[in-house]
């Protein structure tokens, strides 16, 4: 059992096995699959079992694992260049890609969804000479600090720091407001709007489960925003290539000012972007007055698998969407057969490839609050039979299964009828 040996080992050397929470599947008795390879839409462990991979490396591996495309670029980068802290022309090709198939004017690369998302939170307060920001509940947008509040609704300063280590301090300017809730907004703006540097958001939510925001109440932020010289950011590292290649602006057709990315973006090596105007943009260092930067950013082996990745995508955009939506319809709708005739009440949100069952008596889960209110122990149940069963599903209600390009109607079979013979 090569598996628990290593995991056991791992304990001893680093906080709960892992180097990221979620992985060590709190709230499951079993421990997570200790991986060692993978290939298309399949991973494999320590002791050899093979599993479908619902979990994508968190999002990125859209192509699946190991393409050959993708390696065979990375391995002729590599064969020049690991790292040199100064410019390549690898970072203009992913750079003018992304800005020129996205619709943005300027770029800047940093190495992972959470500098994205602080950078450009300190862009929009440099732009704006403003301090407030204005997240929603239930929203991830990385660890930083003046993210990590819980609670608080609406009211300034009295959010909770959803961490230890989280000075009071550095949350105060944080707002806190109820997601897809037009009215919420409404008063927050009527009372503080003109203090307000930006909104963040995802616009479509994957971090409580995926959670659709409502047309019109993206509608509202863009028109807040505007009104108020705010600036709009959408946190798309998680929806960014995935959920259609512009991301949530091409499904939802509203714009915001500046857009994060992570995820897809690096092919699966750490990357993190932020993008928008070119008059909003040039306020960063060198050029302008906001400092960010990094000493691994715009690495040119990351670089590659990007460009590599998102190449392959937008040259075949328009079928490689259709079938993940193919593939994401039919586990929606599989999945919904089996609960139905196992007489489980549940909501099942999907957008596109990435998808989350609720196991829950309510009817829609558009809140954090509906999510907060779904049967953990009975997902709990779900994630650990179907992850023995062969089916890596995240170990967490409030995470997404992601679909990649490889996953075929056999693997969605197997899925439901492994689904079918557990007993809740
Ligand atoms: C994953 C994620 C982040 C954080 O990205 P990291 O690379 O983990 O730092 C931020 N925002 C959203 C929407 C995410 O899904």
Known sequence: ??????????????????????????????????????????????????????????GPMILGHCDEEVLEFVKQTLENSIAFGAPTELE?????????????????????????????????????????????????????????????SGVLTQGIPGSSGVPLDSIKNTIIAEYNDIEGIKKIFESYGDDIACVLVEPIAGNMGVVPSKREFLMELRRLCTNYGAILIFDEVMTGFRVAYKGAREIYGVEADIVTLGKIIGGGLPCGAYAGRREIMENLSPIGPVYQAGTMSGNPVVMAAGYATLKKIYDSKKSFYDRLEKTGLLLEESLRKVLNKKGLPHVINRAGSMLTVFFTTQDRVENYSHAKKCNINIYNKFAEEMIKMGNYVSPSQFEALFISIKHTEEDIEKFVEDLDKINF
């Open 92 to 152: 203009l090709k992913l750079a003018s890609l992304v800005c020129e198939t996205i619709g943005v004017d300027m770029i800047r690369f940093v190495n992972s969804g959470t500098e994205a998302t602080m950078s450009a939170v300190r862009l929009a307060r440099g732009y704006t000479n403003r301090s407030l920001i204005v997240k929603f509940m239930g929203c991830y947008h990385g660890h930083y600090d003046g993210f990590l509040v819980s609670a608080g």
């Open 1 to 58: 059992m090569r598996n628990e040996m290593i995991f056991n080992e791992s304990l001893k050397y680093m906080p709960g096995g892992v180097n990221s929470p979620v992985r060590a599947f709190k709230g499951l008795n079993i421990n997570p699959p200790v991986l060692k390879k993978g290939k298309g839409q399949f991973v494999y462990d320590e002791d050899g079992k093979k599993y479908v991979d619902y979990v994508g490396a968190w």
